[in-house]
């Protein structure tokens, strides 16, 4: 039960974009439609931006997207806000009843 | 308004046990399937354990199965984690979550912190 590969960090300007990925396998995120995505600012609960691979619970901006490829799902966070800069998870479903996150995103507003 | 409240953290010493608890309410605690998830502070987020609605169903991360019980009382809209043989690296700290979306954790509580030493 290996936790899913994302990139320790990530960066864009004010206004640009920024796309994360989230590396896992057939039995992860390449074999279910359960990929989510939560972000997560300092010393606050996870909150939750998107879910079965790309939709957006009610009251998230469609500035976050999420995609996915083979094995590898992606979140894409456009027209960056100051208030953007915060870490992101990947989950997916494992199958067997089990979960996995991925290793966490830094993602800094420059 | 939605809300999760966990409680019973704390200090433990190794080889011990701990329950803790999380209080639901503002929404039908009977029909969600819900998670405990941790958080080792300045680290990544791990799943460990979901309840289905009627109770019967269970999963655990590897790392915790057999010493962990995740149960729950729907008259009380409460969900638990009980947590034996504790070890120093299950200290974190522990956010209970309901799958408000498919496969989607919404909303989280607060988190509470456990902390295994001696």
């Known amino acids: 039960q290996s936790a899913l590969t994302q990139p320790p960090s990530a960066s864009g300007s004010l206004g640009q974009s920024v796309t994360i990925s989230c590396t896992g396998t057939s039995s992860d995120v390449g074999g279910y439609n359960y990929v989510s995505w939560y972000q997560q600012h300092p010393g606050k609960a996870p909150k939750l931006i998107i879910y079965?691979?790309?939709k957006r619970p009610s009251g998230v901006p469609d500035r976050f997207s999420g995609s996915r490829s083979g094995n590898t799902a992606s979140l894409t966070v456009s027209g960056l806000q100051a208030d953007d800069e915060a870490d992101y998870y990947c989950s997916s479903y494992a199958g067997s009843d089990k979960f996995v996150f991925g290793t966490g995103t830094k993602v800094t507003v420059l | 308004e939605v809300q999760l409240v966990e409680s019973g953290g704390g200090l433990v010493q190794p080889g011990g046990s701990l329950r803790l608890s999380c209080a639901a309410s503002g929404f039908i605690f009977s029909g969600d399937w819900m998670h405990w998830v941790r958080q080792v502070p300045g680290r990544e987020l791990v799943w460990v354990s979901r309840?289905?609605?009627?109770?019967?169903?269970?999963g655990y991360a590897d790392s915790v199965k057999g010493r962990f019980t995740i149960s729950r009382d729907n008259a009380r809209a409460t969900v638990f984690l009980e947590m034996n043989s504790l070890r120093a690296e299950d200290t974190a700290v522990y956010y209970c979550?309901?799958?408000?979306?498919?496969?989607?954790?919404?909303?989280w509580g607060q988190g509470i912190l456990v902390t295994v030493s001696s």
């Open positions: 309840i289905n609605p009627g109770g019967n169903i269970r």
């Open positions: 979550a309901t799958e408000g979306s498919p496969a989607g954790l919404t909303p």
């Open positions: 079965e691979v790309t």
